[in-house]
DNA sequence: TCGATCTCTGAAAAGGTTTACAAGAGTGTA
DNA sequence: TACACTCTTGTAAACCTTTTCAGAGATCGA
């Protein structure tokens, strides 16, 4: 029912070739011609077949977005970052769930493969062999994840730690405990890295709990160790995880800031809508999105296995609410706690 | 360079012809020949080429979501039980973002349309004649949403806060506020339509505040309008809201529940991770997700057409958690506020 | 035994686009 | 004039699958 390139083609009087090349190769036609295909389309409202177009280039016009729970509201900023800047390029952008499971990361990759000419692979919970030996195809983009010969995206997570360590110093703490997210996340490495540095380079002592999982009740859970810890602030590996701990820090009367500093990472919506709001470190998700889909669309381009993988590192900042402050000289709530 | 069709067929010493019927109506062919045919595709990791598929069928296999908001956590669990149940067909999902704009919606449905069989298009802004109007194809499916010929999806908001204000009138409470929600906005008319009539039922008085974005910050700004009505409780649009005036009041000084009792609903994950946990009407999110695409994967059946477009409601319950109270016979903050 | 019916299979067309190749027109050079 | 270009366009093949149509063989009833 839809005009095809063959009416296009009539309408304008030339033949199908020139109304093909007109549209995806401007310049190889002569710029009347062109002109008068392009009414022509127009007037018959044409818009090529995806289809018919994929199954002669070998192209989908997709990508794909691989996180490893949906549920997590730091993939929702990526994912309208990405999705933003797929649009421009006129690609459409699939997603789906890896259900924070490895088999089933490796199991989606496969089958999205078919469908997609790329795919932005979001804190890969894959093992650095198995990334390694995937298939060249479909592209890969890893986010938050570094591995050799793979173009990827990362979030200066060390140094953004380091940010929020000093504040701490400056604070006047000298114990912090950090809890620490999945053994498998690039991330919580980096991040655990730039805090073993950091806390040396001020002066502080480090102590660390976990791995648990990223989110809210691994946290809660996790709160308790941090007060046996004797730390007057705790860093956590992400929002969700820091506003677990401070949810159970309120069940057990122990106040914020006050008696317990807390500082979460990522910045994602609920940070700032918790009481109290959290500091965090924040990274520029929706911007990691856009600029994942950038390269990727990079990497589409003919030649471009030649160059080699870019690692691109993003900055962060850190964005000081009402979550952390000096350290209180006693804690009063001791008597609570043990109750 | 992978395996094509023809392959399989002189693999298995048959035609395409009966390699395709094997794969896609099993019982035209014989069992004997099919056998053959399916081992012969799985030596060769055989997996047909959707694009061919899809020109000829002028089906995709795609199918897409459309949320006015992405970064509403109550999408998330849409989309994972969307695109779940979609996995199970065969089917990937697209997603987009409305970004609140009716406008920016309908531009979506038409690009999405050449690249989808069908859409769910979750909590629409468009007009109910704009809705109507548009296109046969791509099939579409409501998610709380109704309008005359389109087959839908609905939670029961009118039944789900009816729940709520039992709960509060047990309570004791007698006046309570209700943050609306978007005007456009189908689920808010119903759960406006449900708050008049329950009020009345248990005799309670109702005051409406708003319209408001669905969104925290509107809930924050809303906080000290529903103080001002004398309240003893508040009725938000959904969680988000709710978990803003929650917010505001915290900073206020205003004890929830003690001096008010707050209310949400939908049970997004942030409802259990917020001081106090919210008290919520738990819409089935994920669930309504998988029932759209059930509905929609229906609709795509041949002969779809003559059935009538179904209505499907969902059930909603009454989460109970810490926000909720018998009304305190004063205010104790009332100075605390004017100050 | 003959014809009718049914079951299974193959040949070939069709679907809409891109692109290799060829051809024609025009331009500049020897 | 002949030649070698470049520039522009058209013809036709190719991409891979589904599906129509027809044919071959088997079964069944009369």
């Known amino acids: 029912m839809p005009a095809s390139i063959h009416a296009v083609a009539a309408r304008a009087g030339v033949s199908v070739a020139t109304v093909s090349r007109s549209l995806t190769a401007p310049r190889t036609v002569r710029e009347n011609t062109r002109a008068r295909v392009l009414v022509a389309a127009a007037e018959l409202g044409y818009e090529p077949n995806r289809a018919a177009r994929g199954l002669i280039t070998g192209r989908t016009g997709n990508i794909g977005v691989i996180a490893p729970d949906l549920g997590n509201p730091y993939f929702h900023a990526v994912l309208k970052g990405a999705q933003a800047r797929a649009r421009e390029a006129d690609y459409a952008v699939f997603v789906a769930d890896g259900q924070e499971d490895a088999g089933e990361e490796e199991a989606l990759i496969r089958a999205m493969g078919k469908q997609v000419d790329g795919i932005v692979l979001c ?17 890969l983009v890893l986010l938050n994840r570094r591995v050799p010969g793979r173009p ?8 953004g730690i380091c940010l929020a360590v000093r504040h701490l110093a400056e604070l006047g703490h000298v114990r912090c405990a950090f809890v620490a997210g999945p053994r498998r996340s690039w991330s919580n490495r980096e991040r655990l890295r730039g805090l073993r540095a950091c806390t040396r380079a001020v002066g502080a002592e480090l102590v660390t709990i976990g791995p648990v999982a990223p989110q ?13 810890t004797g730390a007057t602030a705790v860093l956590a590996y992400n929002d969700l995880v820091a506003v677990g701990v401070l949810s159970r820090l309120a069940e057990l009367g122990v106040r914020v800031p006050d008696e317990l500093s807390v500082v979460g990472f990522d910045d994602i919506p609920l940070a700032a809508m918790v009481t109290p709001p959290l500091t965090t470190v924040a990274a520029p998700t929706e911007l990691a ?11 589409l381009q003919d030649g471009a296995a030649q160059r080699p993988a870019a690692v691109q590192r993003l900055p962060t900042t850190l964005v000081v609410r009402s979550s952390t402050a000096a350290p209180a000289l006693t804690r009063t709530t001791t008597a ?4």
Chains 1, 2 share one sequence.
């Open 216 to 228: 809210f009740t691994s946290g809660a859970a996790a709160a308790d160790r941090v007060l046996e």
């Open 336 to 339: 609570l706690r043990s109750a």
């Open 289 to 299: 999105g856009r600029v994942a889909v950038e390269a990727l669309l990079d990497r």
């Open 152 to 159: 990827s995206v990362v979030v200066d997570s060390a140094g």
């Open 123 to 139: 804190s890969s919970r894959l093992a650095p062999d198995t990334l390694a030996r995937l298939d060249p195809t479909p592209t």
